[in-house]
């Protein structure tokens, strides 16, 4: 079984940038869509980002476009999510999940990682 560990969240002041990462273990990833999600206390988790498994192609939520970013290096079974221009909306707990296809739908992806705070201060 492969497992997802996500890192790099934390607390920013709007405007600000954070950078996460997903790194896969015990199994490759690389032949499978990458998605992040988030979830915002009280709400359901909500489509971020996703990236086609050859980094050609790529998904965003309306609400993070021209201001989010997802990348994934196969050589190191690792997924990125640039984060800019960040708003107090952002708040949320983020997971990196797979997927055997590019998609926006929740219910395509698995093996979700535990998660990893995202807090923006106004």
């Known amino acids: 079984q492969g497992q997802l560990v996500e890192s790099g969240g934390g607390l920013v002041q709007a405007g600000g940038s954070l950078r996460l990462s997903c790194a896969a273990s015990?199994?490759?990833?690389?032949?499978?869509?990458m998605g992040w999600f988030r979830q915002a206390p009280g709400k359901e988790r909500e489509f971020v980002a996703a990236?086609?498994?050859?980094?050609?192609?790529?998904l965003y939520a309306d609400s993070v476009k021209g201001r989010f970013t997802i990348s994934r290096d196969n050589a190191k079974n690792t997924v990125y999510l640039q984060m800019n221009s960040l708003k107090p909306e952002d708040t949320a707990v983020y997971y990196c999940a797979t997927s055997v296809i590019l998609t926006n739908i929740r219910q395509n992806f698995r093996s979700w990682g535990q998660g990893t705070q995202v807090t923006v201060s106004s």
């Open positions: 990236i086609r498994w050859s980094g050609g192609t790529s």
């Open positions: 015990g199994r490759t990833f690389s032949s499978y869509a």
